[in-house]
């Protein structure tokens, strides 16, 4: 049984996403992700979601559409990926060395963490159908 850890694609106007960069662990710091943490027991996904926004950020987001399947991260552990939007709050680095939005054009000026690129490319082909 693999330990799922959520992540959210927040997309603002024109297209951009907030990338978060990683203070830990050590491994890890400085790289790209999209915020997002472990679903703790007895919690839904969406709300896992959520709360990590609240957390994370200090914003509350809406849940929209799942990005992918389960995206494999480190043993034992695989990723769940949904597009959301913000409702309210504007996003604060609580948990992250800093936050950038990223726009088209712009969606690899980041050095993503290598699980994180392939979500990276799979966002932008569902934003740019639209």
Known sequence: MSIV???????????RVLAAQRAEPAALAG???FPGGKVDPGESEG??????????LGVEVA?????????PLAEG????VWLCSLLSGRPEA???LALRWLGPGEYYD??????????MKTVENLLLRD
Do not use: T
């Open 63 to 71: 849940v929209g559409e799942r990005v992918g399947g389960d995206w």
């Open 5 to 15: 850890v959520v992540a959210a694609v927040i997309v603002g106007p024109g297209g």
């Open 31 to 33: 790289g790209w992700e």
């Open 110 to 119: 980041v050095e993503w963490l290598a699980a994180d690129l392939p979500i």
């Open 77 to 80: 552990y695989v990723m769940r």
């Open 94 to 96: 609580k948990e992250h």
């Open 47 to 56: 709300a896992a979601l959520v709360r990590e926004c609240r957390e994370e």
